[in-house]
């Protein structure tokens, strides 16, 4: 699994505090959490056009990001297109919003992109962030079946299962499985 973390860094701009890369003990992931500062930003637009870059570019079967916000900043339903279009779903989490319009906002961009949108409104519900990033990692949204860049099985050995066999035709897609 990979793992990536943009944040609004005020007058700084936006950028990754954690570029993404693959999970590992978690230690940097914990490191760059705990080291976030929390701004104000007027619009999610910077902060989602480098995520869908990132994730758009990442190798991986399943593109997600995960928004925590109070929800008042604005957001292009242009750029929300694009997520879609790209297959990159944006679960929303709504932290003590100032309005209920606020949470539109958030359950909108849940809504287009394919995602989840989840409601914090107090110190209890707070608490609940670890088991929310946690449900969304475990879920599989995609389909089980993988289609993509055909390539070409290697014989390695020589069992009895393939005996017989002297190439094999590009594979573009099977169905994923758990083991």
Do not use: C
């Amino acid at each position: 699994d990979l793992v990536g973390i943009v944040e609004f860094q005020g007058f700084s701009g936006t950028d990754w505090v954690h570029p993404i890369s693959p999970v590992g003990d978690g230690g940097a992931v914990k490191r760059a959490i705990n080291n976030l500062t929390f701004g104000d930003m007027q619009t999610f637009d910077d902060s989602l056009q480098l995520t869908l870059a990132g994730l758009v570019n990442a190798d991986a079967g399943q593109r997600h990001a995960i928004v925590i916000s109070d929800g008042d900043p604005t957001v292009s339903t242009r750029l929300l297109q694009q997520f879609k279009a790209a297959g990159v779903s944006l679960s929303t989490v709504g932290v003590f919003p100032h309005s209920p319009r606020d949470l539109t906002t958030l359950k909108r961009m849940a809504n287009i992109t394919g995602g989840r949108f989840y409601e914090v409104t107090d110190n209890a519900a707070l608490a609940t962030l670890p088991q929310i990033f946690i449900k969304e990692a475990q879920t599989v949204k995609r389909s089980l079946i993988w289609e993509g860049r055909p390539f070409t099985p290697t014989i390695v050995s020589l069992a009895d299962t393939v005996r017989g066999i002297h190439g094999l035709p590009p594979i573009s897609g099977y169905v994923v499985a758990a083991h």
